[in-house]
């Protein structure tokens, strides 16, 4: 049985003819010193249970720290990603520009190069149509300063003689 505080201080020992009862003494003393065991255990309890819930908060307390720290230190290093990849799509998007305009530069180099060719190929079957009427009519006033020079032959068609 525990005893209180205030049901210590108004213990009472009945008064005999030369004294107070000593087992009652005995046995109240006895009940106050197992309820201030009790308190005293309980107490001990309580600390070393604060101690523990101390620990542990510390541990989670360190725990956030460090999840706080993890969490900055991949927010930095997402936003250096993401940088990283804004750099390099720069740097892709500025060469592919630059090898775009190195293609259209050599597709008009080539269209102009082929106008060019188409042009002078032009020319060539002018020039060989020219030289080979030239041809055809020089062949032509052999042909026809031959055949006067024949004596009289009769105008046939030599295709017909046959």
């Known amino acids: 049985m525990s005893l209180s505080p205030v049901e210590v201080r108004h213990l009472r020992f009945p008064r005999r003819p030369l004294g107070v009862s000593r087992r009652r003494v005995q046995r109240d003393l006895e009940q106050v010193a197992e309820a201030f065991e009790q308190v005293w255990r309980e107490r001990a309890d309580l600390g070393d249970r604060v101690e523990e819930l101390e620990a542990e908060l510390r541990h989670h307390r360190e725990l956030e720290e460090m999840l706080r720290k993890t969490l900055v230190s991949a927010e930095r290093a997402s936003d250096a990603m993401r940088e990283n990849a804004r750099r390099e799509a720069a740097t892709i998007l500025r060469d592919s520009e630059a090898r775009a305009r190195e293609i259209i530069g050599e597709a008009h180099a080539d269209r102009e190069r082929v106008r060019r060719e188409a042009l002078?190929?032009?020319?060539?079957?002018?020039?060989?149509?020219?030289?080979?009427?030239?041809?055809?009519?020089?062949?032509?006033?052999?042909?026809?300063?031959?055949e006067a020079e024949l004596p009289g032959e009769p105008d046939e068609d030599p295709s017909r003689a046959a």
């Open 120 to 146: 002078r190929i032009r020319d060539a079957e002018r020039e060989f149509r020219s030289r080979f009427r030239s041809v055809v009519a020089s062949t032509v006033h052999l042909v026809e300063a031959y």
